[in-house]
């Protein structure tokens, strides 16, 4: 999953920072499994107007994925609105159609973008007992 950011808030907005990130992976078959982080320590970003920022992770799975959406929840600190909620953004991902690529692919995609780790979901395998959606 290669991510990429941009602050085009041309509102008149400077700041956003980020406050949380969200997944939803879908295996064929029917398997739904989302996945939520709040953006903080080495996860946390902040964009200036017109910067942008790059993050990329990988999936390991047993499971064919068929599809995956997400999106990423923003907050711009530099507004002072009566409550919190109007200063927060809400970033839809595109939604991705899932590639194979060789381990020299995923060399290759992570260039230029920060990478954040594998998620390893082989042991999650549908339909195997123990499996958990």
Not at 66 to 85: C, M, T, V, Y
Request: hydrophobic fraction near 40%; aromatic fraction near 10%; charged fraction near 25%.
């Amino acid at each position: 999953m290669r991510v990429r950011v941009k602050n085009t808030d041309f509102k008149g907005h400077s700041n956003v920072l980020s406050l949380a990130r969200f997944y939803v992976l879908h295996f064929v078959g029917g398997w739904i499994v989302p996945l939520t982080r709040l953006t903080e320590g080495y996860a946390k970003f902040g964009l200036q107007l017109g910067e942008e920022y790059r993050f990329c992770w990988h999936l390991e799975s047993a499971n064919e994925l068929q599809s995956a959406a997400g999106g990423l929840l923003l907050e711009r600190p530099n507004i002072i609105e009566k409550s919190r909620e109007n200063n927060l953004i809400d970033a839809s991902l595109v939604q991705v159609t899932p590639e194979v690529a060789s381990p020299d692919e995923v060399e290759r995609l992570r260039l230029g973008y920060i990478y954040t780790g594998r998620l390893d979901m082989q042991a999650w395998q549908v339909g195997q007992p123990g499996a958990k959606a």
